[in-house]
């Protein structure tokens, strides 16, 4: 099973998102047979059965082994990756794109969309993919704002003038910036 699989094909998306599909695809974390996952959901075999062979097609699950069953042959199936991305480029853009600087939600989306893609291509086969991802928190007072984004800039131009030579490894640096909103986790917001 694969870590992540890129969705690209809008074929590969609209298998996937039918809710009783993706249900199904949950059931099949673990290599189960359409009878097994039609217990634990409370369908009928065919019905699941229906739902793992549009999965299959789309090559979103494998059939790991089969097996015979009082003479009859009964696949054992699994879900091809633990998580699903789904590409922007499914949609596509929207209009023309704007020449956008640095400092937009724009920039920033389109940078995402880079990232995540990137990501996706890498070879999650080879025995170590030397990386790095770092999260944190910075406040900083609307009057420093400027300051601390120009330090920033500063500091990256510094790291890409000492390593941007021709030779070694290539690696892709982006960084994102944007303001942190704290969200209620689910099924704990109290509308009452």
Not at 62 to 78: A, F, M, N, T, W
């Amino acid at each position: 099973m694969r870590d992540v699989l890129y969705l690209e094909e809008i074929e590969q998306a609209e298998a996937l998102l039918k809710p009783q599909r993706i249900e199904v695809l949950r059931q099949l974390a673990e290599p189960r047979t359409c009878s097994e996952v039609a217990a634990r959901l409370g369908q009928t075999p065919q019905r699941v059965y229906y739902h793992v062979k549009r999965l299959v097609e789309a090559g979103l699950v494998d059939l790991v082994s089969e097996r015979k069953v009082r003479g009859i042959h009964e696949g054992i199936y699994q879900a091809g990756a633990r998580s699903y991305w789904l590409s922007p480029r499914l949609v596509g853009r929207i209009g023309l794109r704007k020449a956008r600087d640095q400092l937009t939600l724009g920039y920033l989306l389109d940078l995402m969309e880079e990232v995540q893609a990137d990501i996706a291509a890498l070879d999650r086969t080879a025995p170590e993919l030397p990386s790095i991802g770092l999260s944190g928190e910075i406040r900083v007072r609307p009057e420093n704002r400027q300051e601390f984004l120009n330090e920033l800039q500063t500091m990256l131009q510094d790291l890409f003038t000492r390593y941007g030579g021709a030779e070694g490894d290539a690696f892709k640096l982006a960084l994102a910036c944007y303001p942190h909103t704290v969200q209620e986790p689910r099924g704990e917001r109290d509308d009452d």
